[in-house]
């Protein structure tokens, strides 16, 4: 079910227990090879395919393209909303589903910056609603859902998402390969983890001066539909999850 779509009386009488969707991406940088738009493309084609099979049990809001990516400001282009209004957004959107009944909320993310902030603004929704035990309150991130691709293809260079890599960059040529550069001259831009387990506070620049971090010049549009096919599988495997809960137990 489309929110879009329904009009203010079919909305009402949906049962409470309906889990709802709420897409949640980005509009930034995506190196010099891809669009803006990235984040928002590659989630909202999750859903359009997990939708296909979760119609009649899941409500889909519409995907909300401003994330927070204030560590991509230094690229033009990026739009970002700074953290702190970025979780008074996200508990706002969960707040005015809970006012109209519904009682399972499941953010699902297609941008790495909105990580914490997510996760928080869920805490916090929980904090205010202390006292209600029917309540599922989830923040998942698509690439987190269902499989690991590298295991099931054996040629991916990249074990993790990265920044407009070998992940994204394939994702979007199966989808849009007009909207993708010249890869053929781009750089490997290595992972770096240094000084974990400690998480240290960066912007891109610090890691990459193109805006891509991981190895786009090995995507391909093959990669990018078993991407694809194993992301919304592990999306609708999580919406199966949370409309069968029992709507009171604190496991499934």
Same mark, same amino acid.
């Given at each position: 079910?489309?929110?879009?779509?329904?009009?203010?009386?079919?909305?009402? %009488?949906?049962?409470?227990?309906?889990?709802?969707?709420?897409?949640?991406?980005?509009?930034?940088?995506?190196?010099?090879?891809?669009?803006?738009?990235?984040?928002?493309?590659?989630?909202?084609?999750? /859903?359009?395919?997990?939708? +296909?099979?979760?119609?009649?049990?899941?409500?889909?809001?519409?995907?909300?393209? $401003?994330?927070?990516?204030?560590?991509?400001?230094? @690229?033009?282009?990026?739009?970002?909303?700074?953290?702190?209004?970025?979780?008074?957004? $996200?508990?706002?959107?969960?707040?005015?589903?809970?006012?109209? &009944?519904?009682?399972?909320?499941?953010?699902?993310? =297609?941008?790495?910056?909105?990580?914490?902030?997510?996760?928080?603004?869920?805490?916090?929704?929980?904090?205010?609603?202390?006292?209600?035990?029917?309540?599922? $309150?989830?923040?998942?991130?698509?690439?987190?859902? &269902?499989?690991?691709?590298? +295991?099931?293809?054996?040629?991916?260079?990249?074990?993790?998402?990265?920044?407009?890599?070998?992940?994204?960059?394939?994702?979007?040529?199966?989808?849009?390969?007009?909207?993708?550069?010249?890869?053929?001259?781009? !750089?490997?831009?290595?992972?770096?983890?240094? @000084?974990?387990?400690?998480?240290?506070?960066?912007?891109?620049?610090?890691?990459?001066?193109?805006?891509?971090? =991981?190895?786009? !010049?090995?995507?391909?549009?093959?990669?990018?539909? $078993?991407?694809?096919?194993? @992301?919304?599988? &592990?999306?609708?495997?999580?919406?199966?999850? /949370?409309? =069968? *809960?029992? %709507?009171?137990? *604190?496991?499934?």
């Amino acid at each position: 079910m489309q929110l879009t779509d329904m009009n203010w009386p079919q909305v009402a %009488g949906l049962d409470k227990n309906t889990p709802v969707l709420i897409p949640v991406a980005a509009l930034e940088q995506h190196g010099g090879h891809m669009p803006v738009f990235t984040d928002s493309m590659l989630l909202g084609e999750v /859903v359009r395919r997990a939708s +296909e099979k979760l119609e009649e049990k899941v409500l889909f809001a519409p995907l909300m393209w $401003l994330g927070n990516s204030d560590h991509h400001m230094d @690229f033009p282009g990026t739009l970002s909303a700074a953290p702190r209004v970025y979780l008074d957004l $996200l508990n706002g959107l969960a707040e005015n589903f809970l006012s109209h &009944g519904f009682k399972r909320i499941v953010f699902l993310n =297609g941008h790495g910056g909105n990580i914490v902030p997510g996760r928080q603004a869920t805490f916090e929704l929980r904090q205010r609603h202390r006292e209600r035990t029917d309540l599922l $309150l989830l923040f998942a991130t698509y690439w987190d859902c &269902g499989a690991r691709p590298h +295991e099931i293809r054996d040629d991916f260079s990249q074990q993790q998402m990265g920044h407009a890599g070998e992940w994204e960059t394939s994702m979007i040529l199966r989808i849009a390969p007009h909207l993708v550069g010249d890869l053929s001259k781009l !750089q490997t831009v290595e992972f770096d983890s240094s @000084f974990a387990p400690a998480v240290r506070g960066w912007i891109t620049k610090d890691q990459s001066e193109t805006g891509h971090i =991981g190895f786009p !010049q090995e995507a391909t549009a093959e990669k990018g539909e $078993l991407l694809f096919q194993t @992301f919304a599988g &592990g999306v609708i495997d999580l919406m199966n999850r /949370v409309a =069968g *809960w029992d %709507g009171e137990s *604190w496991s499934e």
